[in-house]
């Protein structure tokens, strides 16, 4: 079993940057790919940002493409989310998950939530124009 606990968000104004951390337990965090959600307002969960169980792969949804950078510590069993050039639309929860085991070593990582076994509770990103 994995629990994953988000930490860094907060209130910033428009351009500015936080840092979103998720601190894993487990012995089998360094085996998932690990994925950043996030969920505006009345909209829907979505895709933000997946990294594979080794770090070599990547994935970022276009709108925070270029300006947010996610990596992952297998020995400290943290992953974290640096967003730069905040919008307003960036405001959210932003939940951190824990992928499902799989023998696919090659995949890239999932950005389907039935892919994530384990999710943390959330932590609030606010954006002031």
């Known amino acids: 079993q994995v629990q994953v606990v988000e930490s860094g968000g907060g209130l910033v104004q428009a351009g500015g940057s936080l840092r979103l951390s998720c601190a894993a337990s487990g012995r089998t965090f360094s085996s998932r790919a690990m994925g950043w959600f996030r969920q505006a307002p009345g909209k829907e969960r979505e895709p933000v940002a997946a990294i594979n169980w080794s770090g070599s792969k990547t994935y970022y949804t276009i709108s925070v493409l270029g300006r947010s950078t996610i990596s992952r510590d297998n020995v400290k069993k943290t992953v974290s989310l640096q967003m730069n050039s905040l919008k307003p639309e960036d405001k959210a929860v932003y939940y951190c998950?824990?992928?499902?085991?799989?023998?696919?070593?090659?995949?890239?990582?999932?950005?389907?939530?039935?892919?994530?076994?384990?999710w943390g509770q959330g932590t609030q990103v606010t954006v002031s124009s």
């Open positions: 998950a824990a992928g499902r085991l799989t023998s696919d070593w090659g995949a890239p990582p999932s950005t389907s939530e039935r892919s994530y076994e384990y």
